[in-house]
Structures are given as structure tokens and as C-alpha cells.
């Protein structure tokens, strides 16, 4: 009968070989169209602590995510991408798929503008407006896209959307059209 062999403890990498992951995986992200993948890779960068990797697969999730026929760039897929970065935040919280589902059917009812036009003159906190501003991605966030298309709105909601972004240490001239 042989001994029972102990479980080896692997080494934490190197600096050096974390770097050499870190720039692998962000030298695949902008090919990469899997969710589910998506969110392994923000999974295990969140684990090994790779900022830039983790932001990187957040953007390209919310991008793929974006299934409407919209081009990049138009007011529509701006607006899904929020939408789809508010639910990962969701998700990321609650360890659980989430649904923004009283948003979807407000933007059924009343359409993406006028959605879009209630986040920015909105008095009550929004935690995921908090924390895409606290990770650095106010770009992500529904008065950004506000600010990117201003002809679809009235000056009183871009007003709003500026106000809330510079409330909360954003730059809004960063996301003028």
C-alpha cells in the first residue's frame, strides 16, 4: 500500500508571467462574442486581480450583449450596452442572472429617449450609476449616452444628465457629441 500523496500547492505566477496572462487574455477579448466566456474570463480576473483584464471583458460583455440591430455608436445600442452593463453589476452582486424587467417594460411603454431621459433627472440613488462611476466607466452609464447624443433630447435633460455626472466626479465634456 503506498502513501496517500499530498495535494502540491502551486505558486502564485510571477509578476512577470501575470503580466504575459494579463496581455494574452486582453489580445483575445476583442474577438471574443461568448457571454458565458466572457464572464469566466471576469471571473478569473477578478480572482488574480487583473484590473485591466476584468474591465476589458465587462466592456466586451456589455457590447455582445447588445443584441439589438442598431449600429455601434447609435443612440439604441449605447443605450442596450447601459442596460446590459447595469444587469452584469446585478448579476455580480446577487451571484444570480438579473433582469432589469420594470426598465425593459418602461422602455417598451415609453421608449429608449424617454427612459434615458428619466435616469438623468432621477432624484433617488442608483447603485449601479455609483458604482460604473466608482470603476471608472461613467462612459457606460445613461447620461453618458445622453451627452453622446444630444439632439435626441431636451436641454433640461442634458442639463440633468451633466449635473449628475459632475455630482459624481465625472468629466461630462468627455462624452460630448
Excluded: Y
Excluded at 503506498?2 to 496581455?23: I, Q
Excluded at 433582469?99 to 421608449?111: D, N
Amino acid at each position: 500500500m503506498s502513501p496517500a500523496r499530498k495535494p502540491t500547492k502551486t505558486a502564485a505566477p510571477s509578476a512577470k508571467e501575470a503580466a504575459a496572462r494579463s496581455a494574452s487574455a486582453l489580445a483575445r477579448i476583442p474577438d471574443m462574442d461568448d457571454a458565458d466566456g466572457l464572464r469566466a474570463l471576469l471571473r478569473n480576473a477578478e480572482r488574480l486581480d487583473a484590473d485591466d483584464v476584468r474591465e476589458a471583458a465587462f466592456r466586451r460583455l456589455a457590447f455582445v450583449q447588445t443584441d439589438v440591430e442598431a449600429e455601434p455608436g447609435s443612440l439604441a445600442h449605447d443605450f442596450w450596452q447601459t442596460i446590459h452593463a447595469f444587469e452584469q453589476l446585478m448579476r455580480e452582486e446577487k451571484g444570480k442572472a438579473v433582469r432589469l424587467t420594470r426598465v425593459r417594460q418602461k422602455i417598451t411603454r415609453v421608449g429608449e429617449v424617454k427612459t434615458l431621459a428619466d435616469f438623468a433627472t432621477a432624484t433617488a440613488e442608483n447603485p449601479a450609476f455609483a458604482e460604473l462611476i466608482a470603476r471608472g466607466m461613467s462612459d457606460l452609464t445613461g447620461e453618458a449616452v445622453i451627452l453622446r447624443h444630444p439632439d435626441e433630447f431636451t436641454e433640461d435633460t442634458r442639463a440633468g444628465a451633466t449635473a449628475r455626472l459632475t455630482e459624481a466626479g465625472a468629466d461630462p465634456t468627455a462624452f460630448a457629441a
